[in-house]
T-cell receptor
Framework: QQQVKQSPQSLIVQKGGIPIINCAYE??????FPWYQQFPGKGPALLIA?????SEKKEGRFTISFNKSAKQFSLHIMDSQPGDSATYFC?????????????FGTGTQLKVEL | DGGITQSPKYLFRKEGQNVTLSCEQN?????MYWYRQDPGQGLRLIYY???????QKGDIAEGYSVSREKKESFPLTVTSAQKNPTAFYLC?????????FGSGTRLTVV
């Protein structure tokens, strides 16, 4: 049973555009929602994470919007650049530490064109 | 620098052979994890360990085994019972602030 659904599977935007990637979760006990960026042949790197007590979090050009009632969260990339071309994964878990497991979405391949 | 080291970066396995992937961390994290990544399927959990000498099966544990004899080390063995082992394997560790991933091992059956 997939507990985190991610869309779209792939996305192409022009430089300067604002790609938006969406995720939906099922387990209402989840309270940690990170986004990871992965380049080919590399491990995922944490971009930004949010807890359900806030509806939005910004770090640089990356913003997470969180809707607890809808069980959805999304990643916005402002002023996207070709260097942002990568695969993005959303994930969800109970609080990190203590052996709680991350459940991942299936990923979104983003391409930012000049 | 603290982090997670996975080795080797590339590994080739013959049919019927067991191979072991190494994962070492110097972050002093208690919990460690192994994920498998296949194209279009995201990351799926193989095994995880909350503490030394203890580990639990994840969603796709069949054909894999692990050990956790030291806090810093969590090796994964891909056994001959794993019929489709070609994949990218990622090790991770966690603490209250979040999860850290290694750079992965790409395993190919030849």
């Amino acid at each position: 049973q997939q507990q985190v659904k991610q869309s779209p599977q792939s996305l192409i935007v022009q430089k300067g555009g604002i790609p938006i990637i969406n995720c939906a979760y099922e387990n209402t006990a989840f309270d940690y929602f990170p986004w990871y960026q992965q380049f080919p042949g590399k491990g995922p790197a944490l971009l930004i994470a949010i807890r359900p007590d806030v509806s939005e979090k910004k770090e640089g050009r990356f913003t997470i919007s969180f809707n607890k009632s809808a069980k959805q969260f999304s990643l916005h990339i402002m002023d996207s650049q070709p260097g942002d071309s990568a695969t993005y994964f959303c994930a969800a878990s109970l609080s990190p530490g203590g052996g709680n497991k991350l459940t991942f979405g299936t990923g979104t391949q983003l391409k930012v064109e000049l | 620098d603290g982090g997670i080291t996975q080795s080797p970066k590339y590994l080739f396995r013959k049919e019927g052979q067991n191979v072991t992937l190494s994962c070492e961390q110097n972050l002093n994290h208690d919990a460690m994890y192994w994920y498998r990544q296949d194209p279009g399927q995201g990351l799926r959990l193989i095994y995880y360990s909350q503490i030394v000498n203890d580990f639990q099966k994840g969603d796709i544990a069949e054909g894999y085994s692990v050990s956790r004899e030291k806090k810093e080390s969590f090796p994964l063995t891909v056994t001959s019972a794993q019929k489709n082992p070609t994949a990218f394997y990622l090790c991770a560790s966690s603490i209250l602030d979040g999860y850290t991933f290694g750079s992965g091992t790409r395993l190919t059956v030849v």
